[in-house]
């Protein structure tokens, strides 16, 4: 039996330094090591070239594709039109027709984030106007209280369409039609299909046109309609960036199973985005009294196709789980440039929804390959 023997230092020696003993080579892990590569691993970068970096940029940044549209359509109207269409009134003018669809436009964003749609919307919008208008002058309600009323009345509606998705696991499209059609015949049925006039309205309640009430910024005209869209923008994009919540809107919409298994109350948080979708709605029924000046019950029969135009132009998707609420602002904006600017030029309305549908192809388009390639 072999001993180790004291080396120079007074230990014991290694046992592949002992006389007479040899370490076989697949147990001398100190030579294999010294003689092994010292390269860092390295993976190749997929991002490589113009395209990928592109495809990246667009993966991380969905709004980036209906702001380069928005700056592209400006620039042209603007270069075709001059100072006609690139003057503080005619771009505050974009967003004074926009307000209410942009508006609509953010509720549907939501919904559309958690893999869902909702048809209702425009019809939210407009029985919550009735609502004001309705308790304010047939049951003489004072006209604040009457406001509170219309906005309760549609986060309730919001909440019924996101129990019956959430708990009643009804499919979102089929539930909001359903509520489409409920909302838009008790509309009717309710109101009379009597129109409040704006002259009786701007003598007895005029806070119910305090969205439409205009003011001036150097030659630029605004309203609070205005005002309160571009707050509401800055305020969900912030809350669904930096926030518990906003993060669970997109992983219900990503994927509700994984979500749900992460901890994540999906029930809880599919209701909540309806119900705030509701809410939204009925500042937009509030913003069209002011928009418009009367209270009517045929008005805004459109909203529900519009959002969904600005929210698929803007790069959400309409699988969920991707896209922000900048971008359905840009998508509801270049809707307005074409509109205000194919106008401007002369050309015939039918254009207008030509270019619109066009867009909305070439949007689910790219969103289609940026999740191919993504994939």
Request: glycine share 10%; with cysteine.
């Amino acid at each position: 039996m072999l001993r180790p023997t004291p080396d120079v230092a007074g230990g014991f020696g290694r046992p592949d330094t002992i006389k007479g003993y040899e370490m076989p080579p697949d147990e001398n892990y100190e030579a294999a090591a010294s003689s092994a590569a010292s390269e860092v691993a390295s993976f190749d970068d997929s991002h490589k070239g113009f395209v990928g970096k592109f495809h990246h940029a667009l993966h991380t940044t969905p709004a980036l594709v209906p702001l380069i549209v928005l700056l592209a359509s400006v620039a042209i109207f603007g270069a075709a039109l001059g100072s006609k269409f690139f003057s503080p009134f005619a771009l505050t003018l974009i967003l004074q027709q926009v307000q209410i669809v942009g508006i609509v436009a953010a509720a549907q964003s939501l919904v559309i984030l958690t893999a869902g749609i909702d048809l209702s919307v425009g019809a939210i919008a407009v029985i919550s106007s009735v609502v004001m208008g309705q308790f304010t002058f047939r049951y003489g309600i004072p006209v604040e209280v009457a406001i509170v009323c219309g906005l309760a009345f549609g986060t309730m509606i919001g909440a019924v369409n996101g129990w019956l998705v959430a708990v009643m696991k009804l499919p979102p499209f089929i539930v909001t039609l359903g509520m489409w059609q409920i909302v838009l015949a008790a509309n009717f049925l309710y109101s009379a299909n009597e129109t409040i006039r704006s002259q009786d309205i701007a003598e007895q309640a005029p806070m119910l046109q305090l969205m439409g009430a205009k003011f001036n910024v150097g030659g630029a005209v605004f309203t609070f309609g205005v005002i309160f869209l571009l707050v509401l923008v800055l305020v969900l994009a912030y809350v669904l960036k930096h926030t518990a919540w906003g993060r669970h809107v997109y992983a219900v919409g990503d994927d509700p199973e994984a979500a749900e298994l992460s901890g994540v109350d999906v029930k809880k948080t599919l209701i909540s985005v309806y119900a705030l979708a509701g809410l939204i709605c009925a500042f937009a029924g509030w913003a069209l009294i002011g928009r418009i000046g009367s209270v009517s019950p045929t008005s805004g029969q459109l909203l529900n196709i519009e959002s969904i135009t600005a929210v698929v132009i803007g790069g959400i998707s309409l699988f969920g789980g991707r896209g922000s609420i900048l971008g359905t602002f840009f998508g509801a904006l270049i809707v307005g440039v074409f509109t205000l600017g194919l106008r401007l030029m002369g050309a015939d309305a039918q254009w207008t929804f030509l270019l619109i549908g066009l867009l909305i192809i070439a949007a689910v388009a790219v969103d289609q390959w940026i999740r191919k390639v993504a994939a």
